[in-house]
């Protein structure tokens, strides 16, 4: 099976340059055709002299060319749109005694730890289970 040569940079650079050769010569059309559409003011340019009337002018004008169509454009590149997050909800710590079942024996402020171990030991005195004091973040309400 035969693989398709890619075209080399001469062969490119060529295309290139006949491209655009192709969109002046389109340019330099329509420009002619707009001067001469243009009619000229009173008093200015020519005078006609055929008997006939218009039909002499549609021989003067050159036969209009079918425009070819223009190079497609690229698009400019759009940064696609980012939604902005979320902003988490503000937190506050506080200290939590937890039992054994890790189920919330009693909440400290955050400043109060000395409290909450001291809740704590009276808690392991008092019972024969397992208790322990963890640091926990929860939304401010």
Known sequence: MARK??????????????????EKE???????????DEEPADG?????????????????????????????????TTTKRTRAPKEPPRMKAIWVVFDNGSKRVKEFAYPNKADAE????????????????TLVKEPLT
């Open 26 to 36: 389109d340019v330099e059309e329509t420009e002619e055709e707009e001067e001469s």
């Open 5 to 22: 040569r890619t075209l080399d940079l001469k062969t490119l650079r060529a295309q290139a340059d006949a491209a655009e050769a192709r």
């Open 118 to 133: 001291a809740f704590l030991a009276e808690k392991i005195e008092e019972k024969k289970g397992t208790f322990y004091i």
């Open 44 to 76: 200015e340019g020519e005078v006609e002299t055929s008997d006939e009337g218009g039909d002499d002018d549609d021989e003067d004008k050159p036969k209009a060319k079918p425009k070819k169509k223009a190079a497609v454009k690229k698009k400019a």
